[in-house]
C-alpha cells in the first residue's frame, strides 16, 4: 500500500474514467471494488465526480460528451503523467513528432492539464498539480498499481515517451523477456513506471494505448464478480511472473486490468 501526498515529475499520479452514462458507472465500480463516490463542484463545466477506497481518493469519473457518444466511442479509462509545466510538456510533443489533441487548460485551482498524443496514436494525459496532486491511494487493493502501452511501435514508443517524460525506458529481466510479446520497462529515475508492450497480430485492428491496471486481492473473486454485475472478461485470468491478471470490461465497453499481483510494490 501507498499512501501519496506528491508525484515526481514523470510518474503516472492518476486515472480517470470516461464514461458514456455516468450514474450507471458509478454505480457498478462502487460495486465491483468497494469504491465510495463523491461528486465535484466544477464551477459549472460538465459533470466529475471521485471515487474513494477506505476514505482516500483512487480515480476520477467524468461524463462523455455528446459528441464522443454519437461517435461510437466506448467508455475509456485514462491515464495521467505529473509534470511540472504541461505548456512545456505539450510544446515538447510537438516538437518530436507527436501531437497535442487538448491543449493546456486550467481545471480551475486543482491543476492544469493537456491530452498527448505519440506519434502512432496512443493518447496519454499530463497534470500539473494544483490543490490535486493525484491518487492518495495506489499499489492497493481497489486502486491502480500500474500502467501499461500497447503499440505496434516499440521501439518508436520508447524513443518518443522516454525523451517526453525523461524515463529511462529499459529491456526487461530475462525472467520477464520470455512471454508470446516483446516489452519494455519504464522507470522514472529509479522507480519502476509501467512498461510497454508491443502488439501481435492476434491484436487485430485495436489501436494503440495506454491501459490502466488495478490490484485487487483474489482475481478470481473479481473476476466472478464482474460477470455477475453485466461486465464481460476478454482476457480470463492468466497467470504472469508478477501474480494473475485479467482483462475485464464493465457494461459501457470500459476495459481495464485487474490483477493479483504476488506482492504489492511500494
Known amino acids: 500500500m501507498t499512501i ?22 458509478k454505480a457498478w465500480y462502487a460495486d465491483l471494488f468497494g469504491w465510495t463516490y463523491e461528486e465535484q463542484d466544477t464551477g459549472g463545466g460538465p459533470r466529475y465526480g471521485q471515487f474513494y477506497k477506505d476514505g482516500k481518493v483512487v480515480a476520477g469519473l467524468g461524463q462523455m460528451g455528446e459528441e464522443m457518444k454519437g461517435a461510437g466511442m466506448p467508455s ?18 510537438a516538437e518530436l513528432g507527436g501531437s497535442v489533441m487538448m491543449p493546456a487548460m486550467d481545471v480551475m485551482d486543482v491543476g492544469k492539464m ?3 498524443q505519440s506519434p502512432e496514436g496512443a493518447a496519454l494525459a499530463v497534470w500539473q498539480p ?7 491511494l495506489c499499489n492497493a487493493d481497489g486502486a491502480f498499481c500500474w500502467n501499461e ?22 529491456d526487461p529481466e530475462p525472467e520477464y523477456a520470455d512471454g508470446p510479446a516483446k516489452m519494455k520497462m519504464i522507470f522514472n529515475g529509479e522507480r519502476e513506471n509501467g512498461h510497454m508492450l508491443e502488439m501481435t497480430e492476434e491484436w487485430g485492428d485495436m489501436p494503440p494505448s495506454w491501459a490502466v491496471y488495478f490490484a485487487v486481492a483474489d482475481i478470481d473473486a473479481t473476476v466472478a464478480k464482474a460477470k455477475e454485475l453485466g461486465g464481460t472478461v476478454p482476457v ?31
Open 4 to 25: 501519496k501526498t506528491e508525484y515526481a515529475p514523470g510518474e503516472f499520479c492518476w486515472v480517470d474514467l470516461m464514461a458514456k452514462e455516468m450514474d450507471a458507472a
Open 130 to 136: 494544483g490543490k490535486h496532486v493525484g491518487a492518495e
Open 114 to 116: 493537456a491530452i498527448l
Open 76 to 93: 475509456m479509462w485514462n491515464s495521467y503523467v505529473s509534470v511540472e509545466d504541461v505548456g512545456a510538456v505539450a510544446t515538447r510533443a
Open 149 to 170: 502501452l500497447s503499440t505496434r511501435d516499440l521501439e518508436g514508443s520508447a524513443s518518443f515517451f522516454g525523451k517526453l517524460f525523461g524515463w529511462d525506458v529499459r
Open 236 to 266: 480470463p485470468a492468466t497467470p504472469i511472473p508478477v501474480g494473475t491478471f485479467a482483462v475485464i470490461a464493465d457494461p459501457q465497453g470500459g476495459h481495464f486490468y485487474a490483477i493479483q499481483l504476488n506482492e504489492l510494490p511500494d
